[in-house]
């Protein structure tokens, strides 16, 4: 293995070799987080112009491997609860907080989704692990109502455990342009109230300059209108921009947001009873 230290910048899902698990450092989970990628074809159902994912292709991920999936599993828990990967492999203190669905692509989308949620559960139990770490659903939402998502997650309502659902904006067109699909207003209301009738969710927003750009208050005042009936049951809006250069072929210009700019956009957002994270 190399003796990389894994830090927040250091996101390469590569540095070590595993087909569905891998190790970072996340900011926004504080501490060191095991990846779960069930999206191993790089398929997503959505194609959003400021994707990190290299070759992303539009579709479903490919049939998993599940006991090579629960193999890798149990190497890293072991590695990271038995062995010293922690204190070899990343900063002093780094604490293991999540395991996290984020792959390239929409995990949800996997047929054998509730199979690998079994797997999870199994493990947790077996490293003790269910009061110590958190189970993170990283996703687009677009599946969240669907009865087999909704019967996964429950297996795991003992256990901590967030939503992470993907809003950049509610404008129809700024939806075609940004995600790349058609969504209706009716449609992201319905896959939200999923998400918050199941588990704590946090909206988890990236916004950028497009052609020199920022949103508009228009779409912005869409956003606010639209969260403001949820506004106690969201239990928070991570706003963050690109952390690195979009891998998706565009016409169009895209440029991070500096921390000031996202403050700018914070403070509109606080009209809403929801705490806002900034992750710049
Ligand atoms: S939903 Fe996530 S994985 Fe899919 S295209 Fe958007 S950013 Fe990429």
Redesign the pocket.
Known sequence: MPIDILTITKHDRNIFQGKYIYPVVSRRAGGLSLGINLNTNSA?N???I??E?PN?VRGKPEPINLQELENELDYWLDQIINQSFLSQYTKSQTEFKDIAFSG???PTASKQFKDVVGILIKKISEYRLDQKITIRLIT?GSYMSNIVIQESLSLIRNINREIWF?IDSVNKADIRTV?QVNLSLVTIKKNLEAALNNSPTIIQTCFFKLNEKLPSSESLGEYINFLKPYENKIKGIHLYSLARLSEQPSKNKLRRLTKSELEVIASKIKVLKIPVYIFS
């Open positions: 997503c959505w194609q959003c400021y994707c994912v992303l390239n692509g929409e687009n993907k995600n």
